[in-house]
């Protein structure tokens, strides 16, 4: 199990303030935090996971991976 921090921020005070957590296991943690799946090798995998949990194709997943790394 993981523990995932749940945070809010104030951008014009520069703050940002720890609210709370999640257990997580750790491909969802994973589903969380696509950058570290990626470095860590294991993008591929939380694809899949993320596809099995929710019911949508893996294009679909891919679409939104590709999006939230848009930039």
């Given at each position: 199990?993981?523990?995932?921090e749940i945070w809010e921020y104030d951008d014009?005070?520069?703050?940002?303030k720890l609210v709370g957590y999640k257990?997580?296991?750790?491909?969802?943690h994973l589903a969380h935090h696509l950058g570290f799946a990626t470095v860590s090798s294991k993008l591929e995998e939380t694809?899949?996971?993320?596809?099995?949990?929710?019911?949508?194709?893996?294009s679909e997943v891919w679409k939104l991976v590709d999006k939230a790394?848009?930039?």
């Amino acid at each position: 199990m993981h523990c995932h921090e749940i945070w809010e921020y104030d951008d014009e005070r520069k703050v940002q303030k720890l609210v709370g957590y999640k257990i997580l296991c750790e491909r969802c943690h994973l589903a969380h935090h696509l950058g570290f799946a990626t470095v860590s090798s294991k993008l591929e995998e939380t694809v899949e996971w993320i596809s099995k949990i929710t019911g949508m194709s893996k294009s679909e997943v891919w679409k939104l991976v590709d999006k939230a790394f848009e930039k």
